[in-house]
């Protein structure tokens, strides 16, 4: 065992080191002011999971797709939701080809690496299911044939969380597939000046240069897997705190136990990220919101609550083990 | 530039020397040389910032300084001790270190030792330094509020100037509030509180004018007269005696100033020795047990018919202590003035005349006085309150026609008797009876006690007490019960509690508060002894200790290294920033952000790094750790 534990100690940083050279690189140059928001998509990415950004529009949520798709140097697909889209629209389809006399499939535009589904909550439930099926299973099945999605695989799907009208909202089944949901917020006071006196910034980022190659980025996930510690004391914590949420006066479906294997993974994710070979309290306290705040359901009469709010303060009442 | 510091330490100083110089002349001179010492030596450390002596160093003197006077604490001498524990401590405190804390320490002690002076003596040099010391204070506590916010920060002396300024109104406005407060406003004639209460009315039971037939001079309510602290003792001499009313003035009794005589209680049984605790009162005299010989503890002027008069306002911050001998006969030496106390009313009737004819015939005082009594007795007179007589020959138609009425009739009517019969005799005006608190060991006397009986002189010139209301066909049941009736167990507490008070805040003497709390641990210890037996106690007292031990050991043991480590770091943390900021919530790490402190940062990583990857600290880490601990 001390043998093991101190292989581990010996951190293989080569593995992070590009990892953070992107975050850095769009946090300075490209995205001022959302390096929590770009943080959180690459404990995503890395924690093999999928992402959900919820924001009003014109606070840059397809900017930050967009950017993190060239910086990652991954294929990439955008799908623009609409009520009339199919779900072939997304998976691909196939089509007859008169001098073979056969039919080819041409895969949708989720064969990619990185899949953008903008406006997710505009595609009618059918399209929504399909694309959602794809994200949890990794593969797609076209008349009858199944095709493997690549790997990495990550969905960056956007919503308007205050549009209702000619929506078809998630529900909350299909939310739980997402490992992660996350606002934008309006940028600090110089920033936002900053991007209005030299407007936007969409252009900019088609030069963006591939900062992290595919190869990298498995290296870091394998490393990710094999180096970060979950100890059972935090094993521990999480399972109180999904415990807690269960027994919540508040809420009327508390965290899963998919919830709560999503915490423990992102959370190492972050300790990975945090040059770390183990995960602290803090890793689980400050995912805590963006992972399990569109796990849970608040009961009916408690509906206007803010429910990362509800989680925060659950938070102050689970002690911490510390020895 | 004056460093706060400097202006601190400097502040610390004036205060240990204003502390220690009301107290030279009382220690000893080797002790006070040490201290003063201490001081310079402490200076000196603070002009060099050198720190010589370690903080276990000075707690361990300190222990041995307290050890050691403490065991020199008695009965006799509890000032002197302590100020020497005092004065050794603000020694030890110049000497070593000065923090914030320490500041407000030294300034406590200071505080303390000069009220410890003020029981050594008290002088007008005391409010020199009492001022002193609250400006010195003050003006210490303002900078050390800047010293606690910014210990590098520096004054300007036009700066300085300006925060002296400010820092002195406080002591100044609260000196004369002091003064006014607790100096002048207690000693006027019209305390400042009295505004709340209604002035005091003379409802007295006492009057200082005996009546017989007028109404309302009688006082039923029972509002306190005065409390006695005495021995339990026989109903019939619980005469209190307040004055002596001698002279007849158209139809009452009134007291004007006796004609000169020698007089004295010859008697040679023990006195006995009470306390008297008066109420606040409108008239000027004393009340005393029948008969006193001697009053301590009020200024006041004895008449020669031995009424104690005051010239004082009488009130509850006074006490008084009587010697009584009771019951004994007044002897006066020399001539007595027979006129003046065989003078009559200007109106007797023919009736009561002819009674006195009929007495004063009999050949000498002792016979007449009997045939007095006789008379009193054969009449079958009541004693009531109510269907009173009254016109303008009052006495005959108490004694011939309604024979009822309360004391003043029949005092009144035996020393009219008397006096026509030729016996000099004169009412006397008091309380009769009191209700004995067995609690506090004293007698309540309430106003509706108040009462009258007379005075006659023999042939031996000697003033006998005899009480007329006695021969009255109902007395054992409406005066003797009256004046005897028990209070309930919660009345006799509640008052017991007035009692107290009056006694140990109202009536503060220190001797007094000794001797009360020896009596309370004698009756504790008699209370105590025969239901548990000592060997017990301790046996089971260490039984309890042992267990105790067990339980905290076990506790201990249970907890592994790293938690102690942990609880030391937290103990630190806590010390160094508050306890609020410590929480089980709370991880390592934010902890350590909270705090913003390097040394907390990295012995959470360190330890975070072991613990939470499930395994045991390895000694470099641990070394490490132990080393950050006390950086923090």
């Given amino acids: 065992m001390k043998l093991h534990c101190d292989n581990r100690t010996q951190m293989n940083s080569d593995a992070r080191k590009p990892i953070h050279h992107v975050i850095d690189t769009l946090a300075e140059h490209y995205l001022k002011g959302k390096v929590k928001t770009i943080k959180l998509a690459m404990t995503t990415l890395l924690a093999g999971g999928h992402l959900l950004l919820e924001d009003i529009p014109g606070l840059g949520k397809t900017t930050l797709a967009l950017a993190l798709a060239n910086a990652l140097g991954l294929s990439f697909g955008r799908i623009q939701c609409t009520s009339d889209l199919l779900p072939s629209d997304i998976t691909g389809l196939s089509i007859y080809d008169r001098n073979q006399n056969q039919f080819n499939f041409v895969p949708g535009p989720i064969f990619n690496n990185l899949v953008l589904a903008d406006e997710i909550n505009r595609a009618m439930p059918k399209t929504q299911s399909a694309l959602l099926e794809a994200m949890e299973e990794r593969r797609v099945t076209v008349e009858g044939k199944t095709y493997p ?175 | 530039m004056v460093k706060t510091k400097t202006l601190l330490n400097q502040i610390c100083y004036l205060v240990a020397a204003i502390s220690i110089a009301p107290v030279l002349g009382f220690l000893d001179f080797a002790f006070v040389l040490l201290a003063m010492g201490a001081t310079v030596l402490g200076a000196w450390f603070d002009y060099k910032e050198l720190h010589p002596i370690p903080g276990w160093g000075t707690s361990l003197v300190a222990l041995a300084v307290i050890v050691n006077y403490s065991l020199q604490f008695s009965q006799e001498d509890i000032a002197t001790p302590l100020v020497h524990v005092l004065i050794s401590l603000l020694g030890i405190r110049m000497v070593s270190t000065k923090k914030g804390r320490d500041y407000l320490q030294i300034f406590v002690l200071g505080v303390f030792i000069l009220a410890g002076s003020s029981l050594l003596s008290l002088n007008v040099e005391y409010i020199i330094y009492l001022v002193l010391m609250v400006f010195s204070i003050t003006v210490g506590l303002v900078l050390l509020c800047v010293f606690e916010t910014d210990s590098g920060l520096a004054f300007s002396s036009s700066q300085l100037l300006k925060l002296l300024r400010v820092a002195i109104v406080l002591p100044t406005g609260s000196l004369v509030l002091m003064a006014l407060l607790f100096f002048i406003l207690p000693r006027t004639s019209h305390p400042l509180w009295n505004f709340l209460n209604p002035t005091n009315k003379a409802t007295s039971g006492l009057t200082e004018a005996v009546k017989p037939g007028a109404f309302a001079k009688i006082s039923t309510g029972n509002q306190l007269a005065f409390r006695a602290e005495s021995p339990e003792l026989a109903p019939e001499d619980l005469y209190w005696r307040a004055l002596v009313l001698n002279r007849p003035e158209r139809e009452e009794w009134i007291r004007v100033t006796p004609p000169p005589e020698i007089s004295h209680v010859v008697d040679k049984s023990p006195s006995l020795q009470l306390q008297i605790f008066p109420t606040s009162r409108n008239d000027k005299y004393l009340i005393t047990l029948d008969r ?125 008797l008397a006096r026509l019969a030729g016996i000099p005799a004169r009412l006397v005006g008091g309380y ?151 929480n089980e919530t709370t991880g390592l790490s934010e902890l350590a952000e909270n705090v913003d402190s390097p040394h907390c940062r990295e012995f959470a990583r360190i330890y975070q790094q072991a613990v939470f990857t499930d395994r045991a600290l390895r000694s470099t880490e641990w070394k490490i750790l132990n080393s950050l601990l006390k950086k923090v």
């Fill in chain 2, 432 to 582: 009769y009876g009191g209700e004995y608190n067995p609690l506090g060991s004293y007698y309540l006397v309430t106003e509706d006690k108040a009462h009258v009986w007379a005075e006659v002189l023999d042939n031996e010139n000697r003033w006998h007490r005899v009480d007329p209301s006695l021969w009255a066909t109902n007395a054992a049941s409406t005066l003797g019960a009256s004046r005897l009736n028990r209070l309930s167990m919660l009345q006799k507490i509640t008052d017991s509690l007035n009692y107290y008070w009056i006694q140990a805040i109202v009536v503060f003497d220190f001797s007094r508060q000794i001797t009360m709390f020896q009596e309370s641990v004698k009756t504790i210890g008699s209370l105590s002894k025969p239901s548990v037996p000592t060997g017990y106690f301790w046996w089971s007292l260490g039984g309890v200790g042992t267990c105790l031990l067990i339980v905290i050991s076990r506790h201990q043991r249970r907890l592994s290294r790293e938690a102690k480590l942990l609880r030391k770091f937290q103990k630190r943390v806590a010390r160094r920033y508050g306890s609020t900021i410590l």
């Fill in chain 1, 149 to 323: 999605l690549p790997d990495p695989f990550m969905v960056i799907a956007t919503q308007n969380p205050i549009e209702q009208v000619g929506t078809y909202p998630l529900p909350e089944s299909q939310l739980d597939r997402f490992l992660i949901t996350t606002g934008i917020g309006y940028p600090p006071e110089e920033m936002e000046k900053a991007i209005i006196m030299t407007g936007s910034i969409r252009d900019g980022i088609r030069d963006i240069g591939s900062l992290l190659s595919r190869d990298q980025l498995l290296i870091a996930k394998e490393a990710l897997q094999k180096e970060v510690y979950l100890s059972e004391k935090i094993v521990e914590y999480i399972y109180r705190i999904a415990t807690a949420t269960r027994n919540h006066k508040l809420l009327l479906a508390g965290v899963s136990t998919r919830g709560a294997i999503s915490l423990a993974e992102a959370a190492r994710a972050k300790a990975f990220l945090a040059n770390r070979d183990h995960v602290i309290p803090e890793d689980v306290k400050h995912l805590l919101g963006p992972v399990c705040a569109h796990r849970i359901i608040t009961k009916p009469e408690h509906d206007t609550l803010d429910r990362k709010e509800v989680l925060q303060s659950l938070l102050d009442t689970i002690p911490v083990t510390l020895a």
């Fill in chain 2, 292 to 416: 006193t010989t001697a009053l301590h503890g009020v200024q006041h002027k004895k008449s020669s018919d031995h009424v104690y008069e005051t010239r004082r306002k009488q009130s509850q911050r006074h006490s008084y202590q009587i010697d009584s001998k009771l019951g004994a006969p007044l002897t006066v030496i020399g001539q007595v003035d027979h006129e003046f106390y065989k003078a009559l009313p200007e109106f007797t009737s023919v009736r009561v005349q002819s009674i006195a004819q009929n007495i004063s015939v009999l050949p000498d005082t002792d016979t007449k006085l009997e045939a007095l009594a006789d008379f009193f007795r054969k009449q079958s007179l009541r004693y009531a309150e109510t269907d009173l007589p009254s016109g303008p020959n009052v006495i005959e138609e108490f004694l011939f026609e309604k024979r009822q009425g309360y004391c003043e009739f029949f005092a009144s009517a035996y020393v009219t």
